[in-house]
């Protein structure tokens, strides 16, 4: 019997869940064309949001384009993934998409190449010309306007981890982007990324090129009704008796994040195939598990850290994050002057292992946080 508690890959259909009023947002919005900024800290579901969202709007006779910036490690390689992307989603057939490409951009030289799935994909000869290869980018910007005119469709590019262009030369980039976005007129743009810094700095910031170029939504949660339901349904449905309370105690436990939620549940599941009843004492048990396993995981990032941002984080899993700056926080957990937490603070978002949340300090992990408490005490 397959385990229906999927993480750490896109799922969809039965395996996502529940965001129908997300997904009606923006699948409403982008279908009129709108350009939207999804702001989600990391392990919310972000990713498999954006794909059944384009699902959505294929349905609805959109086409949809996905491009992953993390992919995208330099200027050449930005240029290959956009104009791959947009060729494979007009040609589906790879001969096509590269005929396609030339002939919409001449100039460039597709190729076939092997991905790292050991799949054939499409490449571009290399283009040392920094300047040519933004002349190029200024074509492909373009392109999905002039094609949605040609075949009076619309077209959706949903950009995932949007602030990973700031890698390289982020606000020319920017800039290029927004002179042609801005005339587009049959085309949806959806700019997601998980670095709510860098993405509150892109469209908030007066200077920068996004500033208030469209909607901006920050995912919030799953609600805990909607999402004990899924979770209940995935036990009941394959056969699973649960105590009374089990679900929300797990759900307490990894603080309601979707990842560590159906990580956790996909732990108590395998755990208790055999007799396929599960209690609240299995709760801690699998949880145990799990942070044996992710120990290593743990120790790397642990052993990168100085002793100051180390105290930092076991002050945060032990205290909470709130009032930090105070003189009581301070006396309490022995975390120095306010000048050098500030700058482990600072440190510690920057690598995306705290994030602040209404006036409140989080370790973004909550799998990291349990092992923070449970080891270094």
């Not at 384009?54 to 290959?80: C, F, M, Q, W």
């Amino acid at each position: 019997m397959r385990n229906p508690f999927v993480y750490g890959e896109v799922v969809t259909g039965e395996d996502f869940a529940d965001r129908a009023d997300e997904i009606k947002e923006l699948a409403r919005d982008l279908k009129d064309c709108e350009k939207i900024f999804l702001i989600s800290p990391r392990r919310y579901g972000k990713t498999s949001l954006i794909v059944n969202v384009l699902t959505e709007l294929r349905r609805n006779g959109v086409y949809p384009i996905y491009i992953d910036l993390y992919k995208a490690t330099s200027l050449h390689k930005l240029l290959e993934l956009y104009s791959r992307e947009i060729a494979l989603t007009v040609e589906t057939k790879l001969e096509r998409a590269i005929r396609f490409i030339r002939e919409v951009l001449p100039g460039l030289r597709p190729r076939v190449t092997i991905n790292a799935e050991g799949n054939p994909s499409i490449g571009i000869d290399y283009i040392s010309n920094k300047q040519e290869i933004s002349r190029f980018l200024d074509e492909v910007y373009d392109l999905p306007q002039k094609l949605a005119l040609k075949k009076k469709k619309n077209f959706c590019l949903a950009f995932d981890e949007f602030q990973e262009i700031r890698n390289f030369n982020g606000e020319s980039i920017e800039k290029s982007m927004r002179a042609s976005f801005q005339h587009h007129r049959n085309v949806a743009y959806l700019f997601a990324g998980s670095k709510k810094h860098m993405l509150n700095d892109m469209v908030y910031n007066k200077s920068r090129a996004f500033y208030k170029i469209g909607k901006v939504i920050n995912l919030s949660k799953i609600p805990r009704e909607e999402f004990r339901k899924f979770l209940e349904g995935k036990f009941k449905n394959t056969g699973f008796v649960l105590e009374e309370g089990v679900v929300d105690k797990a759900l307490d436990l990894v603080e309601d994040y979707p990842y560590n939620a159906q990580s956790l549940c996909h732990k108590l599941w395998d755990m208790n195939l055999d007799k396929k009843k599960i209690n609240i004492s299995d709760i801690r048990i699998a949880l145990g598990k799990i942070l044996s396993e992710e120990t290593p995981f743990c120790l790397s990032l642990w052993d990168n850290l100085t002793l100051h941002q180390r105290d930092v984080l076991r002050a945060i899993a032990n205290f909470g994050g709130e009032k930090m700056f105070s003189q009581e926080f301070i006396a309490a957990t022995s975390i120095g002057p306010g000048s050098t937490l500030q700058t482990s603070i600072t440190l510690l978002i920057k690598k995306e292992i705290i994030e602040k949340n209404n006036g409140i300090y989080e370790i973004t992990d909550v799998f990291f946080k349990e092992w923070i408490k449970r080891k270094t005490f």
